[in-house]
């Protein structure tokens, strides 16, 4: 296993975790950071690109789906 891909796992697993924690003392924001961490981490595990590039385009996914929700 690469250290890349390792790397994308303790990414996603602290974000898993500080989502934990952000609903465990009902902080909201600290909760949806954790869950934009683990995707971001998810991206960047299955696709291997770099966590900006990720970032970037999850960023990018949410601008064009604003409204899919409602």
């Not at 296993?1 to 602290?14: G, K, P, T, W």
């Not at 003392?25 to 770099?50: C, F, K, W, Y």
């Amino acid at each position: 296993m690469s250290m890349e891909r390792i790397e994308c796992m303790c990414r996603q697993f602290a974000g898993w975790m500080k989502q934990a924690w952000g609903e465990r003392i009902d902080d909201p924001l600290r909760a949806a950071a954790g869950r934009r961490d683990r995707i971001i981490g998810r991206l960047q595990r299955e696709s291997g690109i770099e966590r900006e590039q990720s970032a970037r385009q999850l960023k990018e996914f949410r601008q064009l789906n604003r409204n899919w929700n409602h």
